[in-house]
């Protein structure tokens, strides 16, 4: 399974990357860049879980 941000949907609130250091980290261009491709623990399934949550825009998802 692996983490996506539509960059399209994302509004660069930083709550993936303030919340989700682990996963996720702010780009350049103040958009969020993805540091674990693949979600091979619990551990960074459940902190992507959260991070869709806590997504204002809804633009994290998990795709297989």
Known sequence: MKVLVDLSKCYK?????????DLFKVGEDGFPR???????????????????????????SIVD
């Open 13 to 21: 609130s930083g709550e993936c990357c303030y919340n989700h250091p």
């Open 34 to 60: 993805i540091l674990v491709t693949e979600l091979s623990t619990d551990a960074h399934r459940l902190e992507a879980d959260q991070a869709i949550e806590v997504c204002p825009a809804q633009a994290i």
